[in-house]
């Protein structure tokens, strides 16, 4: 059974950084590529970032630049470090893990999120 555990979200003033971190069970690493979403208040759930077995990567044209998106297949474990954080960044984000396509990826699996915040 494939389990997603996301960790790192909280409060965060404008400016500051986060890194949020999603831990893996099983081989998923050596079958899919991996992803952040994120989903605000009213709006579709969105692809943040995605990337690839290889470590190729792709980003929302409102993060890049920003954010960057990181995988340690020793450790089961993909990462997503948030800089110059903006209040419209604020959303749960969720880890995501799926097949690759071109730009990002078809989602088989879910985390169960983690709220991110940006306020002062």
């Known amino acids: 059974q494939v389990q997603l555990v996301e960790s790192g979200g909280g409060l965060v003033q404008p400016g500051g950084s986060l890194r949020l971190s999603c831990a893996a069970s099983g081989s998923i690493f050596t079958i899919y590529a991996m992803g952040w979403y994120r989903q605000a208040p009213g709006k579709q759930r969105e692809l943040v970032a995605s990337?690839?077995?290889?470590?190729?990567?792709n980003y929302a044209y409102s993060v890049k630049g920003r954010f960057t998106i990181s995988r340690d297949n020793a450790k089961n474990t993909v990462y997503l470090q948030m800089n110059s954080l903006k209040s419209e960044d604020t959303a749960v984000y969720y880890c995501?893990?799926?097949?690759?396509?071109?730009?990002?990826?078809?989602?088989?699996?879910w985390g169960q999120g983690t709220q991110v915040t940006v306020s002062s």
């Open positions: 990337i690839t077995r290889s470590s190729s990567t």
């Open positions: 995501a893990a799926g097949l690759e396509i071109a730009g990002g990826i078809v989602v088989r699996h």
